[in-house]
């Protein structure tokens, strides 16, 4: 059983930065393959970001990339995500998740087997 929790959410001008935590409990954290998804009212959740258990390798959505980069501090427990040039449509909820035992990086929700409540990220124009 693995908790996740987010955090770093908030409300920022466009163009402005933002940081997104994630902590997950698994005493074996460094063997998850981790992701942030987000879902913004009336449309799909999306990938903004994965991250392998290994390398790391790391995978990002169409619109964020070249602004949007994932991390992990396996001695923390921790994944990040480090958003910079923030636009109106990056508003959302973000969603944090973890894959247990990944064998390789995934870019699908059904793919995690535990999620974070959200984080909200509002970005005024």
């Known amino acids: 059983q693995v908790q996740v929790v987010e955090s770093g959410g908030g409300m920022v001008q466009a163009g402005g930065s933002l940081r997104l935590s994630c902590v997950a409990s698994?005493?074996?954290?460094?063997?998850?393959?981790m992701a942030w998804f987000r879902q913004a009212p009336g449309k799909e959740r999306e990938l903004a970001a994965a991250?392998?258990?290994?390398?790391?390798?790391?995978a990002y959505g169409d619109s964020v990339k070249g602004r949007f980069t994932i991390s992990r501090d396996n001695a923390k427990n921790t994944v990040y995500l480090q958003m910079n040039s923030l636009k109106p449509e990056d508003t959302a909820a973000y969603y944090c998740?973890?894959?247990?035992?990944?064998?390789?990086?995934?870019?699908?929700?059904?793919?995690?087997?535990?999620w974070g409540q959200g984080t909200q990220v509002t970005v005024s124009s």
């Open positions: 998740a973890a894959r247990v035992k990944a064998g390789s990086l995934s870019p699908w929700q059904y793919d995690y087997d535990y």
């Open positions: 698994g005493r074996t954290f460094s063997t998850y393959g």
């Open positions: 991250i392998s258990s290994s390398g790391p390798i790391t």
